[in-house]
């Protein structure tokens, strides 16, 4: 009688860890799925663009000569791949624009961001604190495709017309402002409306980190003597050091893959390196979309798989800051729980 | 000889005090400007959107397809919601489980494993996405440009967005709950689903509703995976491409019609409002869910 019971109980308990441990190997599985999709997408689009890589080698790097050939002559063989007459890859001019226009979105982004990071935490009245600070978030969401409308509509003929001219009039002896002005479009005015959509990224976080920062911190530098302001420059602000470098890679990784609004406010110039900040640029993103229509005319396919490499590399790009930010963000949130 | 010293010392101090007040006063000025210029932008992008697009709206917008450069939005809004929703429902699953994985099993390596791939997956740039699903979908399985091409794709860039929160979401929850209940003698599944997940459902949901509002404002992932289509979708989950209202926007301002113009515009006020819809909705789910406890 007692053994039997205890045979059903331990059969109970079997069926309970049994159950338990599928739920768990179940979420685990879900969880190592979306993990692998990160692998999955480096894996097919390397398999993808291999005989890309192979064809281009490291010019595809270095080399200023995108060119389909000639979509009417017969493919030739080329390193053991089949193309058209005459088609090289080179996407030097795509780095070149890509590295640019995020360089000048950060160079606007970071100072911007980081002085409204300052003014939302300690100059706006407290009540009014999160909603401002939600109005921040709000802009973050607004897609880029809907910058990219206003880049269009309101930015290029703004610049174009009234504040290139003008620069160029003025400034034009400073390396990289004179020259023809240009209609608008181009590389300025892709970092200007990128910077405008990675600035709520900086603001918002780095606010955040100043908000949550311990309030002995102010409190010891206003009591020797510091302005609010000067706890803020001087003690607040280097705490928060990490996470501003930290949210300004991330940035820069969004800016770097940033499409939509690039592809509508850059004059997607195709084997030109830009010579002064009115030059039309493309980047590694927006060349995608820009040119796959026109790739998918090559009957060889090459084209398409040389695309994919542009892709591969974008990813592995934005991979590899993506990973530094996270790691600079991680120690930082170790050191936290370690003070506390 | 005293006095000497003190008034030097108070001219001394009344200099610092001055370089000090000086710079104080143009640090608050240089930061409001900065956050004034910078929100001065922002409402004058939302401005022109709602401006422009409430102009542009016509009964027609919401009633016709599209044809050529004019017509309607119908076909747009109907492929929009069946994208984005699409996307999101097939991601909210494995979503959802990777979530309870990382917050409530959170042991050995995998976990921070994941959690990194998953927070480099949130920077890959939305085009990347876009030609993975080209490269796999549309080109090596032969789907051709279609609905499911379209809704994998989001469905991908949704998921990191919804693990992160779900996870996020239940570390919320306190311990003693769970502990409570696996002294009661639940097991993981009971803990999870009858305990950690109703107790952070609203913040999951947050989760949810910001995966969709991205997933409604997304265009470079759809651009080769959903391609285009002026008519309404048919039903066909492959080999039949499928509208979306990005598209307009993208496409539309360029071309030299008025009446292009207007649907680019009308299409914008569309995806704006409805991403501020789903962002004030979700803060306000996210306000609830803090008070919830906050007593605790």
Not at chain 1, 177 to 206: D, R
Not at chain 2, 54 to 67: D, I, Q
Not at chain 2, 238 to 260: Q, R
Request: charged share 10%; glycine share 10%.
């Amino acid at each position: 009688m007692s053994s039997a019971s205890l045979v059903s109980s331990d059969r109970l308990r079997w069926r309970r860890i049994s159950r338990a441990a599928s739920f768990r190997s179940l979420t685990a599985l879900s969880a190592c799925l979306v993990g692998l999709v990160l692998v999955l997408i480096i894996l097919f689009l390397a398999l993808y663009a291999w005989p890309a890589v192979q064809l281009n080698g490291a010019g595809f790097l270095t080399q200023n000569n995108w060119n389909l050939g000639n979509l009417y002559g017969n493919p030739v063989t080329v390193h053991g791949q089949t193309i058209l007459p005459g088609a090289q890859y080179g996407i030097l001019f795509l780095i070149a624009g890509t590295l640019l226009s995020t360089a000048i979105a950060l160079l606007i982004a970071v100072p911007f961001g980081v002085a409204s990071a300052m003014f939302l935490s300690e100059g706006v009245p407290p009540p009014m604190r999160p909603w401002i600070s939600f109005f921040v978030e709000l802009l973050a969401a607004i897609p880029s495709v809907v910058y990219g409308l206003w880049g269009y509509v309101v930015v290029i003929p703004f610049l174009g017309h009234y504040v290139f001219p003008f620069v160029v009039r003025w400034l034009g002896f400073i390396p990289f402002l004179g020259g023809p002005s240009g209609s608008g479009y181009g590389l300025f005015t892709a970092g200007f409306v990128l910077s405008l959509m990675i600035v709520p990224l900086i603001t918002a976080t780095l606010r955040d980190a100043l908000v949550e920062q311990p309030r002995e911190l102010r409190e010891g530098a206003m009591a020797l003597g510091a302005t609010r302001f000067e706890a803020l420059w001087t003690v607040l602000l280097p705490a928060v050091r990490r996470v501003l470098t930290g949210a300004t890679i991330l940035a820069t990784g969004r800016a770097l893959g940033e499409t939509m609004a690039v592809l509508m406010v850059s004059g997607n110039a195709l084997n030109y390196l830009p010579g002064n900040i009115y030059t039309p640029i493309s980047t590694m993103a927006s060349f995608i979309v820009s040119q796959l229509d026109s790739a998918l005319q090559d009957p060889t396919g090459m084209a398409v798989r040389s695309l994919a490499e542009v892709a591969l590399v974008l990813c592995l790009i934005s991979i590899v800051v993506n990973a530094l930010a996270r790691v600079l963000l991680y120690y930082q949130g170790h050191q936290v729980q370690r003070a506390f | 000889m005293a006095s000497g010293i003190l008034e030097l010392r108070e001219v001394s101090a009344y200099a610092i005090g001055r370089r000090r007040r000086f710079f104080d006063r143009l640090g608050w000025t240089v930061s409001a400007l900065a956050f004034l210029l910078l929100g001065g932008a922002m409402v004058w992008i939302l401005a022109i959107i709602l401006l422009s697009g409430f102009g542009s709206l016509t009964p027609e917008v919401l009633t016709h397809v599209t044809e050529g450069t004019g017509g309607g939005l119908l076909n747009a809004i109907e492929g929009t919601l069946v994208l984005a929703l699409g996307g999101v429902l097939l991601a909210v699953p494995p979503g959802l489980a990777c979530g309870i994985y990382l917050a409530e099993f959170d042991y050995g390596r995998l976990a921070p494993a994941i959690r990194f791939l998953i927070d480099v997956l949130v920077g890959v740039p939305s085009i990347v996405i876009g030609y993975f699903g080209y490269v796999t979908m549309v080109a090596m399985l032969g789907w051709e440009f279609s609905a499911a091409a379209g809704c994998v794709a989001l469905a991908i860039i949704s998921l990191p967005y919804i693990s992160r929160t779900t996870e996020m979401a239940l570390r919320g929850v306190p311990r003693g709950l769970r502990e409570a209940a696996y002294a009661l003698g639940a097991n993981d599944r009971q803990v999870v689903m009858g305990i950690s997940v109703p107790a952070a459902l609203s913040s999951i949901l947050t989760g949810v509703l910001l995966a969709l509002a991205i997933s409604v404002g997304e265009t470079a992932p759809l651009l080769y995976t959903a391609g285009w289509s002026s008519y309404l979708w048919n039903g066909h989950l492959i080999k039949e491409p499928i509208g979306y209202l990005t598209y307009v926007i993208w496409a539309f301002i360029t071309e030299p019609f008025e009446s292009a113009h207007r649907l680019a515009y009308a299409a914008a006020l569309f995806v704006t409002l409805f991403v501020l819809v789903i962002s004030v909705l979700s803060r306000l789910l996210l306000d609830r869910s803090a008070s919830r406890f906050r007593r605790g």
